[in-house]
């Protein structure tokens, strides 16, 4: 079993930064990639950004210039550094790992619970 577990999530106001930490953990032979996806109430589950264990990102439109999401590979974690927050970033941020079971495949994706960033104006 995988476990992903977020946090770094709270409130700020708008024009300010937070850093969100996802750790994976359990089981597996390698992580392929993490990202960060968010979802308001009712909504869908956006991409925000996501990175390769080579280190290719990618970014939603809605944050590129503003978010930044790194990794370090040997401890399994992902960050998610979120600069000049808008109240429209407000949302629950969810991590997920593509995972490989074992070095031959047996491919899963892990969602962590979710930690949520408010952005106040």
């Known amino acids: 079993q995988v476990q992903v577990v977020e946090s770094g999530g709270g409130l700020v106001q708008a024009g300010g930064s937070l850093r969100l930490s996802c750790a994976a953990s359990g089981s597996f032979f390698s992580i392929l990639a993490m990202g960060w996806y968010r979802q308001a109430p009712g909504g869908q589950r956006e991409l925000v950004a996501t990175i390769t264990n080579s280190g290719s990102a990618n970014y939603a439109d809605s944050v590129k210039g503003r978010f930044t999401i790194s990794r370090d590979n040997a401890n399994n974690t992902v960050y998610l550094q979120m600069s000049s927050l808008k109240p429209e970033d407000t949302n629950v941020y969810y991590c997920?790992?593509?995972?490989?079971?074992?070095?031959?495949?047996?491919?899963?994706?892990?969602w962590g619970q979710g930690t949520r960033v408010t952005v106040s104006s």
């Open positions: 997920n790992a593509r995972v490989a079971k074992y070095s031959y495949g047996v491919i899963n994706t892990y």
